[in-house]
């Protein structure tokens, strides 16, 4: 019987997939983790203790219905398990990839509590998908009937691509605005290939795109197309637009060449793995090849970089970060396959300025954790008389990104943003103080995690169709 298969926590041990030697992965840009095998993916599935209550399932911002596609899986029961998984996760083989897990279902599973390890939830997530994708199960949008009206989503990241997948299955027109050349947004070229390789979010996107999404790419608002001929042209309008706009450093001799942007940087690389030109790698300014790298920031874009640079052949790469490895906001998962590739980690330290007009050197000051702050993380103090010169030919800075000044930019100052320059809206519905035009992602979160954007996308999209269907309903009277 179906129980038979599953609670096997204490029998079978915890067991990631297989991850390819460091040696191996630091020389290029595959995916690390090997996929599990149908045997291996059912005993891992096998492990789950089906809890009463599923704290995997309330962590998750997506609410996946984890415990039945293990239970599922265990089973063999594959295609079943991804309908399940797909209900409420537009993108779930990206999740398996690039969710931190260990922050969010993993790390609240019940037998992880109890001293068993967590079910490999993220690794089974993603092989349920792929085996999907491999067996044709993943289907083209064919919606039951078509509609006349039309949503423009501006931004082709994850929150617009999932309202986008919505819409679509609804029957609505939907056209996303996008001012890279390939929709995906980070997804394309902001992660690096060896967390998300780049077939799995092409893939998606010729879904979409095959479903009767239609893509205007190379595509500014504000530019090349106003905010205002969007809104006219469209029944309703998404800003998906996330956060592009890189926190600076404001340290004596920033401005030096060789000090650059994390976007900047991550965008060159992934270009050059679609085997694009792109003349600030080939000159050698975003690449690290024989440098001496230095990372300045602690997050997840951090760890993207400092891989990224290890890859690229660097002769050292350092991470300084201003608080304790518990105190970081990056995966810890991410911190160890840095670690294991030759990333060596600088903490307690923050730059005070820079050396050379090339730059040759980061000044850095050495800090201690002081009292809490509001928040409740520990400060960090400087230690006087600490500072010494860490010698570097490429620096970047991955500080985190805030939000660019839409109102200004596309002229539309009734657009409101709040203190922190984000789209004001509204966090269930996304809808603005503008009628019709909602917001969802990063633009209104401020700096997130892409399975909220998908999470923003799906909720926005629902209320968009409440809208139009609202609108008429008026129009029929």
Known sequence: MAGQ?????TQVERDMPEKRAPNLRNQDFDEIYAEYAEAKAEEQSS????????????????????PDWLRLTAEGRLQEAYEVSQATNTFPEICGRI??????CEGNCVI????????????VEKYITDTAWEKGWVKPIQPHAERTESVGIIGAGPGGLAAADVLRRQGVQVTIYDRYDRAGGLLTYGIPGFKLEKDVVMRRN???????????????????????DIREKHD??????????????????????????????????????????????DNGDLNAEGKRVVV???GDTAMDCVRTAVRQGA???????????????????????????????????????FAGDAVEGVMVQQMRLGAPDATGRRMPEVIEGSDYVEEADLVIKALGFEPEDLPTLWGVPELEVTRWGTVKADFTTGATGLPGVYAVGDIVRGASLVVWAIKDGRDAAEAMLEYLNGAAAVAAE
């Open 5 to 9: 298969k599953m609670l096997k926590f």
């Open 47 to 66: 492990r789950c203790s089906q809890c009463g209550v599923p704290y995997c399932q309330t962590h998750c911002p997506l609410h996946n219905n984890i």
């Open 99 to 104: 969710c931190p897990q260990d922050r969010l």
């Open 112 to 123: 992880e509590q109890s001293g068993h390890g967590t079910v490999t939830i993220g690794s």
């Open 206 to 228: 010729d879904q979409l795109e095959q479903g009767g999404v239609e893509f205007v790419l190379n595509c500014n608002v504000g530019e090349d197309i106003s905010f205002e």
């Open 236 to 281: 309703a309008v998404l800003i998906a637009t996330g956060v592009y706009k890189t926190r600076d450093l404001q340290a004596p001799g920033s401005g030096a060449e060789g000090i650059v942007r994390a976007i900047d940087y991550l965008t060159a690389s992934n270009r050059k793995s679609f085997g694009d030109d792109v003349a600030e790698f």
């Open 296 to 298: 300045i920031g602690g």
């Open 315 to 353: 002769t050292s790469v350092k991470c300084l970060y201003r608080r304790d490895r518990d105190n970081m906001p990056g995966s810890q998962r991410e911190v160890q396959n840095a670690e294991e590739e030759g990333v060596e980690f600088v903490w307690l330290s923050a730059p005070k300025g």
